[in-house]
C-alpha cells in the first residue's frame, strides 16, 4: 500500500531545491508513520508487538459540498475525508484532523504534487488507519476514543489555505483552493450533526498543525456558542530562523507559497496589515491573536525542520552535517550546540503565548516531528512522557480544564522515554 504513495512523492525530487526541501514533508511523513524509524540503540523503543493492535480502518469520503463549491484539489478532483461516528458519551463531541504533508510553492512543485495523493484524491487510499488522536481503542485514545472522529485529506498544498484568485489563466490547470475545502467540509460535518456539538477538537499534524492555527478561530465560531471548542497543533509550530549558513531557507519558502496560491487573504488580517504576509505563516506572529484555546505539541529538537529549515541540504554541500541531519546521536558538540540553539529560538517564540493561562503545551526534547498520530508516542506503556504524563493525558488535563498544562522537557539527551528517529 505505502509503495505507491513513496514512488510519485520521490518525482518531487526533481524539482529545485527550494521547492523540493519542504514539499518532501510528505516523503519524509510517509516513512514516519509507515515504518518509524527509531534509534536502535535506545532503551525505550518497543518492540513491535507492545504498539500494533487491530486496524481501525475507516472509509473514505469525497466531499458532496465541495464540487457546488467548486472546492478542488491541486488537479481538479474532489476533495475528501474520513469520518468514525461517535458513540455513548462521546455522540456530541466532535475531533477533526487535518492531514499534513507540507507545501507547494511553485507551477513544477504543485504541478508535481498533483500527480501524488498529497494533491489528488485520486491517490487516496480508500481506508486509512486510526491511530493515536483518532484511535477507537481507550487504551490508546483514553479521552476521545468515542468521539466523532474525523481526518481531513490534504490536497492543496497551501495549509487548506489556498484561494481561485491566484489561480492562472494561460490554460495551467492548477486549482488553489484550500480555503474552499476547508469550508466545504466543514459546512458538510456541520449538517452530519457537528452543529450540534458540545464538545469539539481541531487538530493536525506538520502543514496541517499550522492549518489548526490558521483556522482555530473558524473552527470555534461555527460550532454551538456554549460548546467547549480548543485546537491542538503538533509539529506546526515553524520557525522563521535561517540556516545555518545565514540564508532564510523558510521564510524565502513561505514568501513563495504565499505569493503563488493566494494565501495571504487566509492568514490573521491583524499581522498581514503590520507585515508582509508570508511572514503571517509562523506561528510566533499570529499565535498570541488566536482567540480560542490552543495546546502546542511540538518537539524542541524537531528532524524536519533541522533536516530542511535549519541545516537544508543547500546549506550542507560539503556534507559535514550528513551523519548528524539522520541521527541526533552523531552530532558532535558544535553541531549540538547548534541544535540547542533552535531550541533556544523555540523558547524564545513560544515566550509570550506561555503566560496564556488558557493555553498548553507539551515541549519535548525528542527527535521527532508528529507525535499525535501514532499510538506509541500518543499514549502506551512506552510513550514519551514529561512528568510522567504522556502527550494524550496532557492534552486531556488540559482540555478538560483538570490542572493547567504547560510541560517544557529539558534539553537533549536528557529524557529517556524519547523516541528519537534514526534515518541512517
Known amino acids: 500500500m505505502a509503495i505507491p504513495r513513496l514512488t510519485s512523492l520521490l518525482r518531487i525530487r526533481k524539482l529545485a531545491k527550494s521547492d523540493w526541501l519542504v514539499a518532501t514533508i510528505g516523503f519524509v511523513l510517509t516513512l514516519f508513520f509507515l515504518s518509524f524509524f527509531f534509534d536502535p540503540t535506545s532503551d525505550s523503543v518497543p518492540s513491535v508487538d507492545r504498539i500494533t493492535s487491530q486496524p481501525d480502518l475507516v472509509k473514505l469520503t469525497l466531499s458532496s459540498k465541495a464540487k457546488e463549491r467548486e472546492a478542488f484539489c491541486l488537479d481538479g478532483s474532489l476533495p475528501g475525508y474520513h469520518f468514525h461516528k ?27 504534487r498533483a500527480m501524488t495523493m498529497l494533491g489528488s484524491s485520486t491517490y487516496f487510499e480508500d481506508e486509512v488507519d486510526f491511530q493515536g488522536v483518532l484511535s477507537s481503542d481507550p487504551s490508546q485514545n483514553p479521552e476521545f476514543f468515542n468521539w466523532n472522529r474525523v481526518k481531513i485529506r490534504y490536497c492543496d498544498g497551501a495549509s487548506f489555505a489556498g484561494r481561485p484568485e491566484a489561480e492562472f489563466k494561460n490554460g495551467t490547470r492548477l486549482f488553489f483552493r484550500g480555503q474552499l475545502i476547508w469550508e466545504a467540509i466543514i459546512d458538510e460535518l456541520l449538517s452530519m450533526g457537528m452543529s450540534d456539538a458540545k464538545q469539539g477538537i481541531l487538530t493536525g499534524c506538520s502543514a496541517g498543525g499550522l492549518a489548526t492555527l490558521i483556522h482555530c478561530d473558524y473552527f470555534r465560531d461555527h460550532l454551538p456558542k456554549d460548546a467547549a471548542v480548543k485546537c491542538v497543533s503538533d509539529g506546526g509550530f515553524f520557525l522563521n530562523v535561517p540556516d545555518v ?52 505539541v511540538n518537539p524542541a ?16 554541500l560539503d556534507k559535514s552535517w550528513a551523519k548528524c541531519r539522520l541521527n541526533i546521536k552523531e552530532c558532535d558538540a558544535a553541531q549540538m550546540k547548534v541544535l540547542h540553539g533552535f531550541r533556544s529560538s523555540l523558547m524564545d517564540a513560544i515566550g509570550k503565548f506561555h503566560q496564556n493561562k488558557a493555553g498548553g503545551m507539551f515541549i519535548d526534547s525528542c527527535y521527532t516531528h508528529c507525535q499525535t498520530l501514532m499510538s506509541a508516542t500518543w499514549h502506551s506503556p512506552t510513550s ?17 480544564n483538570r490542572k493547567p498544562v504547560k510541560l517544557i522537557d529539558c534539553p537533549y539527551p536528557c529524557n529517556p522515554s524519547c523516541y528519537n528517529l534514526n534515518f541512517t
Open 301 to 316: 529538537y524537531d528532524f524536519w525542520q533541522i533536516q530542511h529549515v535549519l541545516v537544508p541540504a543547500s546549506a550542507d
Open 245 to 296: 549558513l545565514g540564508h532564510p531557507t523558510m521564510r524565502s519558502f513561505y514568501h513563495d507559497v504565499v505569493n503563488l496560491q493566494g494565501v495571504n487573504k487566509s492568514l490573521d488580517q491583524n499581522c498581514v496589515a503590520k507585515t508582509e504576509p508570508s511572514k503571517c505563516m509562523f506561528p510566533q506572529k499570529f499565535l498570541n491573536n488566536i482567540k480560542t484555546p490552543v495546546f502546542l
Open 86 to 112: 461517535g458513540s455513548g458519551s462521546g455522540s456530541k463531541s466532535w475531533l477533526v484532523h487535518l492531514e499534513g504533508g507540507g507545501w507547494c510553492s511553485s507551477i513544477a512543485s504543485c504541478s508535481a
Open 384 to 400: 514519551i512522557r514529561i512528568e510522567n504524563k504522556t502527550i494524550a493525558e496532557s492534552v486531556g488535563d488540559w482540555y478538560f
